[in-house]
């Protein structure tokens, strides 16, 4: 089992749209997350930090769940521009490195 | 001011040759990171520098990969003796603090390395 998991997608949505992304991961240990953007052949960007009581920030709310070992993002009133790849991150307790899931497609239709 | 900067942007080179690929951190940016990033897949861990000193080198795949940052700025990813296997963008990212905090990773744009 891989130590990030996400629906690849893509997910084909409407402008206006509400959509939802969820991602797994494996290691309890786990005590940071976050959510990535990647444009098309472009560097990831944070998006925005994943806190335990859950955060939004204008259309984006990001939700943990740790006792499921998930996070999720729902994105509202959807545009055209949130057409990107979102990366699901993960920092375990005690180690340096941040796991990246393989990321989920969404493409915003007109 | 001026991002994380990576050189070159594009190497094409052939299998067994030998290729450094440069990153230029944020100025005053403590912590470094590289990753791989292969098509359709999100960026692996590589490399995690705390100044000058590599502190979590687990991600580094084989002893032909190896990195240095000997004054705790600009960082050199080595790998030696390419295969096919190596073509990726090989991304750098560097944070104020890094560490155990959660300040944000700013990534530069990448190398995509090409192993014919």
């Known amino acids: 089992r891989k130590e990030v998991e996400q629906d690849p997608g893509p997910f084909n949505v409407p402008e206006g749209a509400t959509v939802a992304f969820n991602c797994t991961y494996s290691?309890?240990?786990?005590?940071?997350f976050f959510w990535y953007r990647q444009d098309c052949r472009k560097e990831p960007k944070l998006l925005m930090s994943v806190y335990s009581s859950g955060n939004e920030d204008g259309r984006f709310t990001a939700q943990l769940n740790r006792a499921s070992q998930y996070i999720s993002l729902l994105i509202r009133d959807s545009k055209l521009s949130d057409s990107a790849t979102y990366l699901c991150v993960v920092n375990f307790r005690g180690t340096y490195k941040y796991i990246f899931g393989t990321g989920t497609r969404l493409k915003v239709l007109a | 001011g001026a991002g994380v900067s990576q050189t070159p942007s594009n190497k094409v080179t052939e299998k067994g040759k030998y290729v450094e690929l440069r990153c230029d951190p944020i100025s005053g940016h403590t912590a470094l990171y590289w990753y791989r990033q292969s098509l359709g897949q999100g960026p692996e861990f590589l490399i995690y520098?705390?100044?000058?000193?590599?502190?979590?080198d687990s991600g580094l795949p084989n002893d032909r990969f190896f990195a240095v940052r000997p004054e705790g700025s600009v960082s050199t990813l080595k790998i030696q003796r390419t295969e096919r296997g190596d073509s990726a963008v090989y991304l750098c990212a560097s944070s104020l603090v890094g560490g155990q905090s959660t300040d944000t990773q700013y990534f530069g744009p990448g190398t995509r390395l090409t192993v014919l």
């Open positions: 290691n309890s240990a786990s005590q940071s």
């Open positions: 520098f705390q100044g000058t000193g590599a502190a979590d």
